[in-house]
């Protein structure tokens, strides 16, 4: 397939679910997390889940970066912009995630703090040039997919001798996350999670391949598929690893062969590997304190690294109470379990950050099924249709 709209087909989508009705055992359940927010909105917007057969559950894992980052270093970065002499950049998501005690980088927008949003670290350099007298702060979130670009951020500024710019870094990894969930009490002990296998995110993969994702194939005993964003892509994911569960398999399969290697790009690795480091240890919301998920800036480049430049400390900070969001990431609940959810707590007025990132799950289920859920695959395929002639396809 060679356009986007062919792999939004309704009809092939019809085909391709009928094939799995054929290989799905009945007297089963098959529980297979998407790990990443992209398939959790791609799921919702295409009706993904009702083409799926009743016993074929799918479990939404924390793969959102704006979800996962906790409120302690949200806290930090709006404690940063409260410099008057300082512009901290953001992409927009971050800007109207709630802090503690009521903060957002956007309500400090509004008081006077010079915060802008931007699209790419790459933005944040050149109004580091246009701006000698401030101290310019790119706030680096996500995985290892927007870890290259802050890396030849970082590189670029230290060829210009740029002295006004710096990285709040808080890239973290996919692998570390996976073998938290699988790890995890809910997983191991509790039974509230059930995960069977891994949808694997192939944004991410492009970067880091298929290789990393052995060790959970092999250790843990659970199939991973990388897998594409779109209907068709995820689809055939799920037949991929249903097949496996039946033949009692546990390998790492790739779907994405469009764009996923087993080594992955190893220039764009070697590049991260030139400017960052692991750390120790890494707080994600949800999840908790993970070691080795996150990584930080190499001391040869700490010119360029906030948390070595600015006098930061994370301080303990508690979620709302009322927010679902850590059981959400962690896959034990959905997002109408809150009981906020849709009332309280809507794209307009976040409570949480599910709510607010455009891969969090919460945003995908407001958007997407609050008044309802088609129950029937001619509803699923007519919604891929008319996706399909909206694209052209
Ligand atoms: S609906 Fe809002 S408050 Fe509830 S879990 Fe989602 S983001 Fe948190």
């Known amino acids: 397939m060679k356009y986007i709209s062919e792999f939004r087909?309704?009809?092939?989508?019809?085909?391709?679910?009928?094939?799995?009705?054929?290989?799905?055992?009945?007297?089963?359940?098959?529980?297979?997390?998407?790990?990443?927010?992209?398939?959790?909105?791609?799921?919702?917007?295409?009706?993904?889940?009702?083409?799926?057969?009743?016993?074929?559950?799918?479990?939404?894992?924390?793969?959102?970066?704006v979800c996962v980052l906790p409120i302690g270093r949200l806290d930090m970065a709006v404690a940063l912009a409260d410099n008057p002499d300082t512009i901290l950049c953001s992409y927009g998501d971050m800007l109207r995630v709630p802090g503690?005690?009521?903060?957002?980088?956007?309500?400090?927008?509004?008081?006077?703090?010079?915060?802008?949003?931007?699209?790419?670290?790459?933005?944040?350099?050149?109004?580091?040039?246009?701006?000698p007298d401030k101290e310019v702060v790119f706030f680096a979130i996500g995985f290892e997919t927007t870890t290259p670009p802050t890396a030849v951020a970082i590189r670029q500024a230290e060829q210009l001798g740029l002295r006004n710019f710096s990285v709040f870094c808080n890239h973290v990894l996919t692998p570390s996350a996976i073998q938290s969930i699988l790890d995890s009490p809910d997983v191991r002990k509790l039974g509230t999670v059930r995960v069977d296998g891994f949808i694997g995110p192939s944004h991410v993969s492009t970067i880091i391949g298929s290789r990393p994702y052995d060790f959970f194939a092999q250790e843990y005993q659970r199939p991973v598929v990388i897998a594409g964003f779109e209907p068709l892509d995820v689809l055939q994911a799920v037949r991929m690893l249903v097949r496996q569960l039946n033949e009692g398999r546990a390998e790492v399969e790739n779907q994405f062969t469009r764009g996923v290697t087993h080594h992955g790009n190893l220039k764009a690795q070697a590049l991260v590997a030139e400017v960052f480091e692991l750390r120790r240890s890494f707080e994600w919301r949800g999840l908790g304190v993970v070691p080795y998920s996150g990584l930080r800036i190499k001391k040869k480049y700490a010119a360029f690294d906030a948390e070595a430049r600015f006098p930061l400390v994370q301080q303990p900070a508690h979620e709302n109470k009322a927010c679902e969001c850590g059981a959400i990431l962690r896959g034990v609940k959905k997002p109408t379990d809150c009981r906020i959810f849709g009332n309280v707590c809507t794209p307009r007025n976040p409570i949480g950050s599910?709510?607010?990132?455009?891969?969090?799950?919460?945003?995908?289920?407001?958007?997407?099924r609050r008044h309802g859920t088609p129950d029937d695959i001619t509803q699923a395929t007519d919604e891929i249709g008319a996706t399909d002639a909206a694209a052209g396809g």
Not at 103 to 118: C, E, F, N, T, Y
């Open 100 to 131: 503690s005690r009521k903060r957002s980088l956007l309500k400090s927008r509004a008081q006077g703090r010079d915060i802008r949003m931007v699209y790419s670290c790459a933005e944040a350099i050149g109004i580091a040039q246009d701006n």
């Open 354 to 368: 599910c709510m607010v990132s455009s891969e969090g799950a919460c945003a995908a289920y407001y958007k997407y």
């Open 9 to 65: 087909d309704k009809r092939v989508a019809s085909a391709l679910a009928s094939a799995l009705a054929t290989e799905v055992d009945p007297g089963r359940d098959y529980s297979l997390m998407e790990f990443c927010g992209g398939h959790t909105h791609a799921i919702f917007r295409y009706g993904v889940q009702d083409l799926l057969p009743p016993n074929v559950h799918l479990v939404h894992g924390p793969g959102c970066p």
